[in-house]
């Protein structure tokens, strides 16, 4: 009533401005005119004041998209206090470490990526350093993630390694496609995924990116023992269970293509490398499967078992035909999280069944029987620390977000357990053992500048020497028992 009041006075008010009309009009006209404007202004006042409560109730349009949270994406519950550890070995969902990365959004997707730039100085080459003094641009990984919808889920990885399969001189480039997996969320106890998927054997094979891994090298038995980055076709289930309210178990099951000789005999020299099978098709059209369980009673405490079985053929080349075998895996790996300390660690054992019978060369040569059995291990302790006296004295290089940490890494392989390559060939070629003292910094979580000390051991068959001992193994006749110092800068981005 007061806002008809006050529109009906200022209309009257208005009235002197048109004395041609109002002067023709008598008192029953001029209020009948009066009432039909206020009437007309509070009908257009009511719909602006609709309209405005209309557009704040209502939901946007079009398709929403993902805001990222931080280093952890969260896509389903966690326990409480989960969403605050940062990305690294601490308990995030098995399945879900693909999505623990961090992306920047955009339109229909959100982009993100990784690169790394290396300088290696050391005595002799080793086995990840084929050069002695060396910059090495390792790598450069872009990856997508696309929320198609609440429940369909699309993520990939593209890795240009070394400058790519054209880079000049040594070639030994590659572009891979390490992942490309579509999801479809379920609930939290069982989801489906689909495509090129990252084997979940070992915990490093999930978590292998450059700026998260806090030495340069990876470990040997993620190299030769599990093939990292170990990706393959297929599909299967992963999910989360929650015990107790403070307890977590997490699971993935994939059926894949599986591991295959085509591209290589398993040898003592390459361990379980050339064996990675084709993405494209089943070559010995026999499924593999793989699986891990993860069991976290606490938050910072995760306990691990994985495994992989699958069928194998042997190459078959004049005079030797090979039979078919089976090569099983299983790979045990914790992570220790206690204030400023961390202990990872990872075990592995491989059985290859029937790869006694000679391997052949890519000539066609008989380079003698193959390894049954190998195994390896790697024990890692991190202290992380931030002098307070380094954020006063600069506080625009180290602030609440940088941290410094320090590593001491101890590991060994041997991808000839049975010694059966002795007899017949130049020696006990991958029986390697490794010392790491590293020192770095991040900035910030997501950056690294890495500083290694190396110490590597390289046993040996009696009465060979060590040129001998690497001849035909893709090392030129080298030692790969190199110590030295190693440096990396890795970065998301």
Do not use: C
């Not at 009948?32 to 257009?44: F, G, P, R, Y």
């Not at 050339?274 to 010995?284: E, Q, T, Y």
């Not at 593999?288 to 069991?295: Q, T």
């Amino acid at each position: 009533m007061k806002m008809r009041s006050i529109l009906g006075a200022l209309l009257i008010a208005g009235l002197p401005a048109m004395p041609a009309l109002a002067e023709n009009m008598t008192p029953e006209d001029i209020k009948k005119l009066v009432d039909e404007a206020v009437n007309k202004k509070m009908q257009e006042h009511e719909r602006r004041e609709g309209a405005t409560e209309r557009r704040e109730a209502a939901p946007p349009t079009g398709p929403q998209y993902p805001v990222p949270t931080g280093p952890i994406t969260e896509i389903a519950k966690e326990r409480p206090g989960e969403e605050k550890v940062p990305l690294g070995f601490s308990s995030t969902g098995s399945g879900k470490l693909v999505y623990a990365k961090p992306f920047l959004s955009a339109p229909k997707a959100t982009v993100g990526g990784y690169t790394d730039a290396m300088f290696t100085s050391l005595t002799t080459p080793n086995l990840d350093n084929r050069s002695r003094q060396s910059f090495n641009n390792f790598r450069m990984v872009p990856f997508i993630y696309a929320d198609i919808t609440d429940r369909v889920k699309f993520a990939t990885e593209l890795e240009f390694e070394r400058g790519g399969p054209n880079a000049p001189i040594t070639a030994d480039g590659g572009i891979n496609l390490e992942f490309a997996q579509i999801d479809y969320l379920v609930n939290e106890t069982v989801n489906l995924r689909a495509g090129i998927i990252l084997m979940p054997v070992g915990k490093f094979n999930l978590l292998h990116d450059s700026p998260l891994n806090d030495l340069v090298d990876r470990p040997m038995v993620s190299r030769m023992v599990i093939p990292s980055t170990w990706f393959d076709s297929g599909a299967g289930i992963y999910g989360t269970l929650y015990p107790t309210r403070l307890s977590k178990l997490d699971y993935e099951l994939y059926v894949v293509n599986g591991l295959s000789t085509a591209g290589g005999p398993i040898n003592d020299s390459n361990g379980l490398r050339n064996a990675k099978g084709s993405i494209s098709r089943d070559r010995d059209d026999s499924k593999s499967i793989v699986g891990r369980v993860a069991v976290s009673p606490m938050l910072g405490l995760e306990v691990a078992g994985s495994f992989h079985h699958g069928l194998f053929k042997k190459k078959e080349t004049a005079p030797v035909t090979g039979a078919n075998g089976y090569i099983d895996l299983f790979a045990l790996d914790w992570t220790l999280q206690k204030g400023p300390f961390e202990f990872i660690g990872e075990s592995a054992w491989a059985r290859i069944s029937n790869n006694a019978v000679n391997n052949i060369s890519s000539t066609g040569d008989i380079i003698g029987p193959g390894p049954a059995g190998m195994q390896g291990y790697y024990l890692q302790g991190n202290y992380h620390f931030m002098p307070e006296w380094l954020k006063k004295v600069a506080p625009s290089h180290f602030s609440d977000a940088s941290t410094f940490t320090a590593v001491i890494r101890w590991e060994s392989v041997d991808t000839d357990t049975d010694d059966r390559t002795l007899a017949l060939t130049s020696g006990n070629r991958g029986e390697l053992q490794r010392l790491t003292l590293g020192l770095n910094f991040r900035p910030i979580e997501d950056t690294v500048f890495k500083f290694d000390w190396q110490f590597n051991t390289q046993k040996r068959a009696k009465g060979l020497t060590p040129a001998a001992d690497f001849n035909g193994s893709g090392f030129a006749g080298q030692q790969i028992d190199g110590n030295g110092f190693l440096f990396m800068a890795a970065t998301y981005f």
